[in-house]
């Protein structure tokens, strides 16, 4: 792909322009124009669906056999592998982050495909027990077209994680990337039209979710959306949604407890924290954001932890030695920098950060700080609206009663962590805090063979898992009558 030239963007299978405004993505960490497109417009999106709507009646994927349509899946996986660096790098210019993780990132997109395109080939349908004289069983079938809403902190993977089971399970799908960040989306669809996928079965509409995203959801052919994003987009989506019927799965925002019990390895916690919270830049709706200290060893603790982050190597994210890049945008350093802001109004205290860093690496970018405030209730504003970016707060915690209240006091319940040696206690705790994902003397580990979502404000519904598929899907029971007699109330004399 050339990035000096206008992108085409993919409508039902033809790579040509948008027919909305000419805009230019750029570099975080210098500014620098990556490329031009011209995002989706409504038209485009309406001949996207249609366009959907009629590969999946008629190119014949739906009706493949599911090790047909796993061998096609798998083939991504490995066109994925081998253009890895190229997928790397091309992320990497897309939303900033380190070179390292952008590469974890398209491991993680092949991988996903390969699991996905296991999980169609295996798929078991049911006998279900008789309970008459007819036997009775249970299928699945594909939805038609489904909408995949993705944001900018981790495009790649996130696009994966929905466009491979729903193509798994033989649908058509549009792909509505983060305006910011589309190059990931339309790489992954020219990958899967090369490996087989039916021309016209991927879309790829970049622009404004406002726009874009709001028609998706709302088309009468969209049987259901999958978005990852914003706490508000997706109650708005969810309204659309009810009006529609339509199913969707959602995981949003999150504001994690990170807990650090008095037996805790200082070594594996500190490490563990400090990856939760700065890696990715702290632009991740799983990051550690909230820490509760046990007040034994909170000072201890509090000092290893102030002396790691200055430590942390912030810089090009081209480099291999960077950690932490910069923010995407400089609109949204801004943001973060007013939340430091409110927090050392309501009476927090800086133990480090709380700046830009210094230097001509950091001019022209969005970079910021490592940034740790104490002194701060849990009630306060910080510890309990999403900042999306590296900002912790730490907090200092003496009975575990109220631990347990203090960490499921609110309203986004997507993760947690604990940190201990004593199983016993990381059981109860694991088991009392509320989230979708509680990790246990690690933090940020992902896994695609195991669900992940939210609960309450974090979201609905689970991606990943053997089981994932299934999102997807609709179930359908099939009754076969074996009676050898009408039925009798048909044919009954009185």
């Known amino acids: 792909m050339n990035l000096d030239d206008i992108q085409p963007i993919c409508i039902a299978g033809q790579w040509r322009l948008g027919s909305g405004a000419l805009y230019a993505t750029t570099y975080p960490a210098t500014g620098e124009v990556v490329t031009q497109l011209h995002a989706a417009g409504l038209d485009d999106v309406e001949q996207a669906i249609q366009g959907a709507q009629h590969a999946f009646v008629h190119s014949g994927w739906a009706q493949r056999k599911p090790h047909e349509r796993a061998t096609v ?8 592998r081998e253009r890895s660096e190229e997928l790397a790098q091309l992320q990497r210019l897309d939303n900033g982050k380190p070179i390292k993780e952008t590469r974890n990132l398209v491991a993680s997109a092949a991988g996903t495909f390969q699991f996905f395109a296991a999980a169609c080939e295996t798929l078991e349908e049911a006998i279900t027990p008789s309970r008459g004289d007819f036997m009775t069983m249970s299928v699945y079938e594909p939805m038609g077209v489904v909408a995949a809403i993705t944001p900018w902190n981790s495009p790649i993977a996130s696009e994966a994680q929905k466009m491979a089971p729903a193509l798994a399970a033989g649908n058509a799908v549009v792909v509505k990337p983060a305006e910011i960040t589309p190059l990931a989306a339309l790489a992954l669809a020219r990958i899967c039209e090369e490996a087989g996928v039916p021309r016209g079965l991927i879309s790829v509409l970049p622009g404004k979710g406002s726009l874009i995203g709001d028609a ?15 706490t508000s987009t997706g109650k708005h989506i969810a309204r659309i949604a009810a009006d529609k019927m339509m199913p969707v799965s959602m995981e949003l925002g999150g504001k994690s407890p990170t807990i650090v019990l008095e037996d805790a390895d200082l070594d594996h916690a500190v490490a563990g924290v400090l990856y939760g919270i700065f890696s990715s830049s702290g632009e991740s709706c799983i990051a550690g954001s909230r820490l509760f200290v046990a007040r034994a060893l909170y000072g201890t603790f509090m000092d290893r932890l102030v002396e790691g982050a200055r430590g942390i190597r912030i810089g090009d994210p081209a480099d291999e030695a960077t950690q932490m890049g910069p923010l995407i945008s400089a609109a949204h350093r801004e943001s ?3 939340y430091v802001d409110i927090g050392l109004s309501e009476g927090g205290r800086l133990l480090c950060g709380g700046q830009r860093p210094q230097g001509a690496t950091f001019d022209k970018g969005h970079f910021y700080s490592p940034t740790i405030l104490e002194g701060l209730p849990n009630t306060a504003r910080l510890c309990q609206e999403e900042v999306f970016g590296p900002v912790l707060v730490a907090l200092p915690f003496d009975d575990e009663a109220d631990l347990i209240d203090q960490a499921n006091d609110s309203v986004y319940a997507l993760a947690a962590g604990i940190w201990t040696r004593d199983f016993q206690k990381a059981w109860k705790l694991g088991r009392a805090i509320q989230a979708g994902t509680v990790w246990i003397n690690t933090y940020k580990q992902f896994s695609i063979s195991t669900p992940f979502g939210g609960w309450r404000d974090s979201g609905l519904g689970r991606e990943k898992g053997r089981l994932g598929i299934l999102q997807y899907m609709e179930q359908k029971s099939l009754y076969w009558g074996l009676n050898e007699q009408p039925i009798a109330w048909a044919g009954a004399k009185q």
């Open 73 to 80: 899946l798998y083939r991504v996986a490995q066109l994925i």
């Open 216 to 230: 998706l959801t709302r088309h009468p052919l969209v049987k259901r959306v999958s978005f990852t994003g914003g």
């Open 336 to 338: 973060v920098e007013r």
